[in-house]
Structures are given as C-alpha cells and as structure tokens.
C-alpha cells in the first residue's frame, strides 16, 4: 500500500504536468467513474496531496479525489494514449496534447510501472519536467469521485497532520497529533497508522519509527511523551521526504547496516518491517511480528523494551497470520 511518500510524489509529478492548464478527464471504458465529466475540460488548478489523499482542485471549485487503497496505481506516458487494458478507472490528459481518442496507437508508451512492479528507467532522483508526461491512468483506487469544496474541507478537517506538510511555509505542525495521541489509552503502534491522529504514515513507516525511537509498540498513547513524540513527527517527516524522492523507503541508519553500505543493499532497507525471525542489526534478538488491528506489526523484543507477555504474544515462527486472525 502506498504510504504518504508515494502520495505526495504524485502530486509533485500531476502539479508540474498538469497545473494551471486545462485537461480532459475521462471514465475508463466501464464508466464506474461517472461524474469524469464535472471536470473535464476544465483548468485544472492545482493538486494537493494529504496523508493517503490526492485532491485535484479544477477552477469550477471541484475536486477530483482519489484515494489509491491498497491496490490503486498510476501509470504515466507520453504521447497519444494508449488502447486501455485491465479495469481502467479514470484518465487525464492535457487537453491538446493529442486526440482524446483511446483507439490511437503510437508512440505513446508508460513512463511509470505498477507499483511494486518492474523497476522504471526514472528513479526518482531527477526533477521532474512537466512536458515528459502528457497523460495518466488510473487502476485499482480505493475512491475517485468528484468532490465540491464542502466534502474536501470536510476531509481535511477529519485527517490528523500530514508530516510531508510539516515544511518552511507549510501549514501542519505536530501539536494537534500529539495532544490527540496523549489523550487515547490505544496503543501506540495502532494510534501511529491512525489517519485521524496523523495523515499519512502506513505500515512499514509506523513500525521502523517506534524501532528507531526504541518505542515499546504497545505503550498505550496517554504513557507517551511530548518529546518522544516531537522527534517520531520529525523523523516521519525526514524519512518520508527521502522516500518521496527515492520511491525507496530506506529507515536504517548506514552505521547500523551488516554491509556499511549506502545505498542500503537489498534486505538492510528496514529494521523490523517484514524481518520477522531475522536477528536484530542492532542488538541480535530475533525480530517478531504479531497481527495488531488487522496489519502486521514487527518490533524488537530486546530494543523496544516488550515485557514477557507481550513478547510471548507474538507469533510462533511458521504459524500464519491467518490462523492467528481466526483465534
Ligand atoms: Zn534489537
């Protein structure tokens, strides 16, 4: 699932391409997405981007709101576009860059791959020029629906800070997340990938950060402190501005990597996340998983302080997550 990371770099691509210009935007050949004529043909003013939220402002006052979920993706290209394949949901092109025709064939080719698909020629690192993309598609959101300015204020009065906003001249300021944090008796782990607390942190950011602040993952939200919480906002916000510009999501510090290496090599990218039966980098303890709220949660018993029980709560090695689910 893509984290704040991936959200806010699409919205830094989709503003350079498409903002302060007019665009069509088009239903997929199933029209599921029937309200695409709202906005299409009209100016398109700007894309914001919030927690897991891409909105795309059009001068009629309407947005386009697209939630990704846990199977949505973009793919970008050039060119006219491309004979539709898969279960497309949405489309926008520049309008007047081509025949708004799905038929035309070409040179048109995706610049961008499926998430988690094949690596792309592009790896982030570059600025990116607004005139090498001309269309996307969109498969697999969660939510692409038009929104009036009413629902977007809406949302973003329901959603917690967004530590990608946290920037010079940026609006979100940690204050509102932690007073809302210390006053739950949930558990930290499940308050960090709550939208409503802060925007924008997924799994792997939630359960790297309590390692690399030697949280204990189950200290309920009232035991926290304002300083722990200050330096995980500050964290979040560095680390997912470098994995909005790597589309890696790279949490371990190089001094703490088997290899020394940097780049991180394959496998040393995260500490606990997915390393469940791995030992610790830091401390050699075997790294554990439990399923909490319905998502994995990985930790270090040693470094994060688990008491017994909640060390013995967690999953056996080879028992799966499924059968722990039906318990
Ligand atoms: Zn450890």
């Not at 025949?99 to 790896?123: E, I, M």
């Not at 994060?304 to 056996?316: F, I, N, P, R, Y």
């Amino acid at each position: 699932m893509p984290e704040g990371n991936e959200i806010h770099r699409w919205a830094a691509r989709h503003n350079a391409a498409f903002a302060g210009r007019k665009v069509n935007v088009l239903p997929g050949p199933n029209h599921r997405f029937r309200d695409a004529h709202l906005v299409d043909g009209k100016k398109m003013v700007q894309v914001h981007a919030v927690g897991k939220h891409l909105g795309y402002e059009f001068a009629n006052g309407l947005y386009l709101h697209i939630h990704l979920g846990r199977f949505g993706d973009f793919t970008e290209g050039l060119g006219p576009l491309v004979e539709p394949k898969g279960t497309l949901r949405a489309v926008m092109q520049r309008a007047g860059s081509g025949k708004v025709s799905r038929s035309v064939k070409g040179n048109a080719h995706a610049l961008t791959g499926p998430y988690n698909g094949p690596p792309s020629k592009d790896d982030g690192t570059q600025p990116f020029p607004a005139e090498d993309v001309d269309w996307w598609e969109l498969r697999g959101p969660t939510d692409c629906s038009i929104y009036d300015s009413d629902k977007w204020q809406a949302l973003l009065n329901r959603l917690g800070p967004d530590p990608l906003a946290h920037e010079p001249g940026g609006h979100d300021e940690p204050s509102r997340a932690i007073d809302a944090i210390l006053a739950k008796k949930t558990s930290i782990a499940e308050l960090l990938m709550d939208q409503e607390m802060i925007s924008g942190i997924g799994n792997i950011y939630r359960a790297e950060l309590l390692f690399r602040h030697r949280v204990n993952p189950f200290t309920p939200g009232d035991a926290m402190d304002t300083k722990t919480l200050k330096a995980i906002w500050k964290d979040a916000a560095v680390l997912m501005k470098a994995g909005m510009v790597d589309r890696r999501i790279v949490c371990t510090k190089k001094s703490d990597r088997p290899s020394k290496q940097e780049p991180a090599l394959r496998g040393e990218e995260h500490y606990v996340y997915r390393r469940h039966g791995k030992p610790c980098f830091v401390c050699g303890e075997t790294i554990l998983r439990k399923d909490v709220a319905g998502r994995t949660l990985y930790w270090c018993p040693k470094d994060q302080h688990t008491t017994k029980e909640q060390t013995a709560s967690a999953l056996k090695p080879g028992v799966s997550l499924r059968s722990q689910r039906v318990k």
